[in-house]
């Protein structure tokens, strides 16, 4: 086999262990989906090419170090099925890793993002403040939505009980 096939293969497992966390851990999942949010409010507040240059460190290191636990996880489970002090150590010593980074990022994202979204929350309760009819029908909608949220999983529960057998 020619070293590019080699490459495109090892790309391909790459690219399976990726997809084999991504359906298994939740965790990962959570880690993907708060990556993604920060994409998008980092590209709707337009923050400069420092910040997104620490943003994307911050959250590649969380997500590869999520992964390294994973890889951990899976080792420490096939070579020690039964529980064994020192596979406590391991697995414990990894998922801190990740606690490390994430509490790291999340900092971070507080030092990035906070002083924007409070300006934002600001901007907002001035401009709507000064037309307090609007300000009642949007905190109402707001309400009604709300509402109506809470009570979709009751709703669907109780049509669940009531239907009849088939
Ligand atoms: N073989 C073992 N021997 C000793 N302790 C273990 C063993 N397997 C798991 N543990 C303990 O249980 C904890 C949870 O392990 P588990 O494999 O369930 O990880 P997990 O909860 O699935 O982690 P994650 O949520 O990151 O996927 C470990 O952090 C460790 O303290």
Redesign the pocket.
């Known amino acids: 086999m020619t070293s590019s096939n080699n490459l495109w293969r090892s790309f391909g497992f790459a690219g399976q262990g990726l997809w084999a966390t991504l359906l298994t851990?939740?965790?990962f999942r959570i880690h993907v989906a708060a990556a993604t949010l920060v994409g998008v409010l980092g590209f709707l507040m337009r923050i400069s090419g420092m910040m997104w240059l620490i943003l994307i460190l911050t959250s590649a290191l969380v997500l590869a170090l999520?992964l390294v636990?994973?890889a951990i996880?899976a080792v420490?489970?096939l070579v020690?099925?039964?529980?064994?002090?020192?596979?406590?150590v391991a697995?414990?010593a990894?998922?801190g890793a990740?606690l490390v980074a994430a509490a790291g990022a999340l900092g971070i994202g507080i030092l990035v993002f906070g002083p924007r979204l409070s300006r934002l929350g600001t901007d907002f309760m001035l401009r709507w403040s000064q037309d307090a009819g609007l300000l009642v029908i949007v905190l109402l909608a707001a309400a009604v939505l709300w509402g109506l949220v809470l009570a979709l999983p009751f709703w669907v529960a109780h049509r669940r009980r009531i239907k009849p057998l088939r």
Do not use: F, G, M, T
């Open positions: 851990q939740r965790n999520e636990n994973s996880e420490v489970d020690s099925p039964d529980y064994h002090p020192l596979a406590k697995k414990d990894a998922a990740v």
